[in-house]
């Protein structure tokens, strides 16, 4: 994430945030992970060290949100991928925020499958912004989208010679990046240090030189981004 | 090394192989092998000899119906007694490689095997110059002792009496007498000079038409050497996976764990710095974790010392940081693939690490040999034993780190020792 974040005064105290579970096999990172969330007082209700554990944890608490991380035990391969699915399944409309040490674009095609409303897929040293790692969090327990700008970079990479995308300006491709991480007008307004009205008016121009009906939600919005940046890859070979 | 060529054999021994005998006892030694592998021919060819009855009245009664039946039992006798040939000429000099797949028992298949006809023909010519030659080979010693003794005790023997083991001539005087007995020294030096010869035509049968023909020979080398490349590959692959799994689940969450707990402080330090120091303190450990993470990594792919000092030196160097007394005994000559090394260094370590921490024991012993392009380590141990591989040692991702190297993993601990951890693998040469 590319601009300075500034902390600024928190007050801590009793938990009223957000009630979370957390599922992370390394316990380093797992309490660390508590402890951050803690202090920022929201209201960390479990936390896991296996996908099992996750899960029955999810029902037990029932979470606004569950933070699970992809590599777990016994395999150490998608395990957090698959919990996230078969939640979202049991529970239709949990919001889950996936970790993992790499993103990969597949995974993220693997967990948008069941649509994109409350999921976040995130790089696990993301958490470090903390506020921008809150932000994230609240968007997806919100009903949001919070994608890796890195998954999104994948997508831009390969999807450089479709000839519509060329057509974008170098500020309307930021824009473009921006929508398929997730992010709301006003807070792409405020990572471009522009205003709300010429966001609006690169989203209009960007959705005019796509061909795609504009959406008027925003996890609406970012899926139709995202499956046009995947079918744009599909065509480009 | 040196031990393999030891018992040394008429095929084996070359000309420029000392076995540390005097010159003079050398031909006498190749003759007594040489003997002994005739008389062993001879075995086989007696064998042989009902074996070759079976099949021509199996051939015979054919027509009849009678053959037919008769057909699996020859051809099983033919095919065990090939195999019985082959283990012995296998023993006695260079390995006669079976044909692959084995020859079929049924009787049509059979007929159009080439394999099974090459055996027939073995069979009828060791059955019969095989049988000749190993006879010979048995009466010769009995003719030498006989004859050079001779004069010994010619007189007391009836009149008109063969005086010769031929069968030929009598003898009336003493002169006559010592004319036998250089008979018998003619067939020491017949034993002598002519039985290596002998045994190697009486085998020569055996190793051209016993092994598997040429082209068949090349093809089943290529699927070994394909099957131990795709094993060879896989290993590596296996390899790779291991490092990229410490790098990502082990050295970068330490790295998480720093930028979190980091961004952790700086909030705090928003609101109340006096609480900061105490979660920069953990970010910082989290971080010197990462080190020691790190240099783990890179210590498991390849210890250094491994390349400087070769396995023996470092094996050394871990027998002398373990707190049991340690024996180290080493003979593996050669350097084996970097992979491999690595592998049984890594035994070692964690099997004295489990001696120091549960074993109680007073000595070690670490023996490592190579032996038909397998490297063997072996430790031992006179603790209490009883050690369970699930029980938190790392015996688990050694055994995983053997298996990909397609080796194999024995622990021997029973309640009250001692334990024995043996684990072998293949070389790769």
């Known amino acids: 994430m590319e601009h300075e974040e500034r902390p600024r005064p928190v007050p801590a105290g009793e938990p009223h945030g957000l009630r979370v579970v957390i599922a ?27 996908a099992e554990e996750a899960l029955a944890a999810i029902e037990a608490h029932r979470p606004d949100v569950a933070i699970l991380d992809v590599r777990m035990p016994p395999t150490h391969t998608d395990e957090g991928i698959r919990a996230a699915v078969e939640a979202r399944r049991r529970r239709p409309g949990l919001a889950v925020l996936v970790l993992s040490a790499y993103v990969e674009q597949s995974f993220a095609t693997q967990l948008l499958t069941g649509g994109v409303g409350g999921l976040g897929y995130l790089l696990k040293e993301r958490v470090g912004r903390v506020e921008e790692f809150l932000d994230a969090l609240h968007r997806v327990a919100g009903g949001g989208t919070a994608i890796d700008p890195e998954v999104v970079a994948q997508l831009f990479t390969r999807t450089r010679q479709d000839t519509r995308l060329e057509r974008l300006s170098p500020r309307e491709d930021e824009v473009l990046a921006l929508m398929a991480e997730g992010l709301g007008n006003s807070a792409i307004a405020a990572r471009l240090f522009v205003t709300d009205g010429a966001v609006h008016k690169h989203i209009r121009s960007i959705f005019a030189k796509l061909d795609m009906s504009p959406a008027d939600q925003v996890d609406r919005r970012v899926a139709a981004v995202l499956h046009y940046l995947e079918d744009a890859r599909r065509r480009t070979p | 090394m040196v031990k393999g060529t030891a018992t040394m054999t008429p095929d084996r021994a070359g000309p420029g192989q000392d076995d540390g005998s005097p010159a003079a006892a050398r031909p006498l030694r190749a003759a007594t092998a040489a003997l002994s592998q005739l008389v062993g021919g001879l075995g086989t060819a007696l064998t042989a000899l009902p074996v070759l009855l079976l099949l021509a009245v199996t051939a015979l009664t054919a027509p009849a119906g009678i053959g037919l039946l008769l057909a699996p039992l020859a051809l099983r006798a033919l095919h065990a007694l090939a195999r019985r040939e082959r283990a012995r000429l296998t023993r006695v000099g260079s390995e006669v490689v ?112 016993l092994a598997a023909g040429p082209e068949e020979d090349l093809s089943r080398r290529v699927a070994e050497l394909t099957a131990t490349r795709a094993a060879a590959l896989d290993a590596h692959a296996t390899e790779l996976r291991r490092i990229e ?98 592998t049984a260094y890594f035994v070692v370590a964690e099997a004295l690490t489990n001696i120091a921490r549960h074993s109680g024991a007073d000595r070690a012993t670490v023996t490592v040999r190579n032996r038909g392009g397998r490297l063997r380590v072996r430790i031992d141990d006179d603790g209490r034993g009883g050690a369970d591989e699930g029980c938190g040692s790392g015996l688990t991702g050694i055994r995983r780190r053997v298996a990909a190297h397609d080796g194999t993993l024995r622990l021997t601990s029973p309640v009250g020792g001692p334990t024995t951890l043996e684990v072998d693998l293949p070389c790769g040469a």
């Open chain 1, 24 to 50: 992370e096999d390394d316990p380093l990172l797992r309490e660390g992970l508590a402890l951050l969330l803690r202090a920022e007082s929201l209201d960390v209700a479990a936390t896991a060290g296996t």
């Open chain 2, 98 to 209: 079976p044909p692959h797949p084995p020859p079929p028992t049924r009787t049509r298949p059979a007929l159009a095997d080439p394999a099974t006809r090459r055996e027939v023909r073995w069979l009828l010519r060791h059955s019969t110059a095989g049988l000749l030659l190993g006879t010979t080979a048995l009466l010769l010693p009995v003719i030498a002792v006989r004859d050079t003794t001779f004069p010994l005790y010619w007189r007391l023997l009836p009149e008109n009496a063969t005086a010769t083991s031929i069968g030929l001539g009598q003898a009336h005087s003493w002169p006559q007498a010592l004319a036998v007995s250089l008979l018998g020294i003619g067939a020491i030096a017949v034993i002598v000079g002519l039985t290596p010869g002998m045994a190697r035509l009486q085998a020569r049968p055996g190793r051209a038409l």
């Open chain 2, 245 to 342: 799994r410490a790098l990502h689940d082990g050295t970068q969450n330490r790295l998480v764990s720093v930028t979190v707990l980091l961004g952790a402080a700086r909030r705090q330090v928003a609101r109340d710095p006096s609480r900061a120091d105490e979660i920069l303190e953990r970010a910082q450990s989290a971080a010197e974790q990462a080190l020691a993470e790190l240099r783990t990594v890179a210590r498991g792919i390849l210890p250094p010392v491994l390349d400087d000092r070769g396995l023996e030196g470092a094996l050394t160097g871990l027998a002398a940081g373990s707190p049991v007394p340690c024996r180290i005994d080493v003979d593996a000559p050669g350097r084996r693939a970097a992979s491999v090394e690595a």
